[in-house]
């Protein structure tokens, strides 16, 4: 789940003309954006791989004047080996039958409250959130917010997506700290991209508590 919070920033690049399929694809082969995967590494190489998300969707023609649909297509493209591991599942909360098809494999119910973001049970408000079957839902309120935000979610969703569908949670649901640990997952993956912190990842980073490293390592 991705829960609320601002965020600010924004792409510099345009989408005009109906070349643009052609276009963007070429520059995926080009800018070998479909080999990106998780990376790591010292203080040097964290400089330049700060804020690497934004360059990576300017690089692939995704910026403010795309539609929230149009950015959910190009991202699995960009990031196709990670989509290829989740459920392949993904949608708004406005497209036709998405939240009783999502709530058809979880046992909590969704509302979307009046700003447009969703509400699973009791829960906080969130721009995102995904089920136990790794199907990934996104708010209303996405279409019209910044696309960086919603390529930030994109991927903090699909991490758990995948942890889902992988295995990763049905080995480890017994832990205590299970919940908090799949989310500091998701929150510190898409920090690795941005280099910006989200608060809700050293909150959950707290309340998970010691946590061996193989447990923070990724597959992808």
Same mark, same amino acid.
């Given at each position: 789940m991705?829960?609320?919070?601002s965020?600010?920033?924004?792409?510099s690049?345009?989408?005009?003309g109906?070349n643009f399929w052609?276009?963007?694809?070429?520059?995926?082969i080009?800018?070998g954006l479909?080999? &990106?995967?998780?990376?790591g590494?010292?203080t040097v190489?964290?400089?330049? !791989?700060?804020n690497?998300?934004e360059k990576t969707?300017?690089d692939s023609?995704?910026?403010?004047?795309?539609?929230t649909?149009?950015? &959910?297509e190009?991202?699995?493209?960009v990031? #196709?080996? +990670?989509?290829?591991?989740g459920?392949?599942w993904?949608?708004?909360?406005?497209?036709?039958?998405?939240?009783a098809?999502?709530?058809? @494999?979880?046992?909590q119910k969704?509302s979307? @409250?009046n700003?447009?973001?969703l509400?699973?049970?009791a829960?906080?408000?969130?721009?995102?959130i995904t089920?136990s079957?790794?199907? +990934?839902?996104?708010?209303?309120?996405?279409h019209?917010?910044?696309?960086?935000?919603?390529?930030?979610?994109?991927?903090?969703? !699909?991490?758990?997506?995948?942890? =889902?569908?992988?295995?990763?949670?049905?080995?480890f649901?017994?832990?205590?700290?299970?919940?908090?640990?799949m989310?500091?997952?998701?929150? #510190?993956?898409? =920090?690795?991209?941005?280099?910006?912190?989200?608060?809700?990842?050293?909150?959950?980073?707290?309340? +998970?508590?010691?946590?061996? #490293?193989f447990?923070?390592?990724?597959?992808?």
């Amino acid at each position: 789940m991705f829960v609320m919070k601002s965020l600010s920033g924004g792409i510099s690049s345009t989408i005009a003309g109906e070349n643009f399929w052609d276009g963007f694809r070429q520059g995926v082969i080009t800018s070998g954006l479909n080999h &990106l995967g998780h990376l790591g590494g010292n203080t040097v190489i964290k400089k330049v !791989l700060q804020n690497r998300l934004e360059k990576t969707l300017g690089d692939s023609g995704v910026n403010n004047d795309c539609t929230t649909k149009q950015a &959910l297509e190009i991202l699995q493209i960009v990031f #196709k080996d +990670m989509w290829s591991l989740g459920s392949g599942w993904a949608k708004f909360a406005d497209e036709a039958g998405a939240i009783a098809e999502w709530e058809s @494999n979880d046992s909590q119910k969704i509302s979307v @409250n009046n700003n447009g973001n969703l509400v699973a049970g009791a829960g906080n408000p969130a721009w995102g959130i995904t089920n136990s079957k790794g199907q +990934m839902i996104y708010a209303i309120s996405l279409h019209t917010g910044p696309i960086n935000r919603f390529a930030e979610v994109f991927l903090h969703e !699909l991490v758990h997506s995948i942890d =889902y569908v992988t295995g990763f949670y049905k080995t480890f649901w017994r832990l205590p700290n299970i919940t908090a640990l799949m989310e500091y997952r998701a929150y #510190k993956y898409v =920090y690795d991209w941005t280099g910006i912190k989200d608060p809700n990842q050293d909150n959950f980073k707290v309340e +998970m508590g010691y946590t061996p #490293k193989f447990l923070l390592n990724y597959s992808f």
